[in-house]
Nanobody
Framework: QVQLVESGGGLVQTGGSLRLSCAAS????????MGWFRQAPGKEREFVAA????????SFADSVKGRFSISRDNAKNTVYLQMNSLKPEDTAVYYC?????????????????WGQGTQVTVSS
C-alpha cells in the first residue's frame, strides 16, 4: 500500500504561482511513477503531468506546458508540481497518483494509488 497526501493548494490571483507537494508513505517511493491530475467542478478528471521513477522522463498536458513543472525527491518520498502563470481555468482539485510502472501514463486507470486532493483556486 502507498499513502499519498497532497498539500500546497490555496487561493492565488491570475498570473501567480503555487507549488503542490505530495508526500508518500508505505512502499518504496522510487518504485512508482507519479502523476498529477485535476478535476474542476462539473468536469471529468484530466491528466496534468507525470514523472518517471527516476525523474528522468516527464510529460505534461498541452494546457500546462511551459507553465507547470514536475519534480520528485526520492530521498524525501515527495513529488512536486510547480505551477506558474496560473489562469482561472487551472482552478480544480489537484490529485497526485502513483503507478507501478516505470513511466507515468496519462490515463487515470494506469495509476494504483491516489491522494485525497488539494484545492487550487485562481481568481481573475
Amino acid at each position: 500500500q502507498v499513502q499519498l497526501v497532497e498539500s500546497g493548494g490555496g487561493l492565488v490571483q491570475t498570473g501567480g504561482s503555487l507549488r503542490l507537494s505530495c508526500a508518500a508513505s508505505g512502499r518504496t517511493f522510487s518504485s512508482y511513477a507519479m502523476g498529477w491530475f485535476r478535476q474542476a467542478p462539473g468536469k471529468e478528471r484530466e491528466f496534468v503531468a507525470a514523472i518517471s521513477r527516476s525523474g528522468g522522463s516527464k510529460s505534461f498536458a498541452d494546457s500546462v506546458k511551459g507553465r507547470f513543472s514536475i519534480s520528485r525527491d526520492n530521498a524525501k518520498n515527495t513529488v512536486y508540481l510547480q505551477m506558474n502563470s496560473l489562469k482561472p481555468e487551472d482552478t480544480a482539485v489537484y490529485y497526485c497518483a502513483a503507478a507501478s510502472t516505470v513511466v507515468g501514463g496519462h490515463r487515470g486507470y494506469e495509476y494504483d494509488y491516489w491522494g485525497q486532493g488539494t484545492q487550487v483556486t485562481v481568481s481573475s
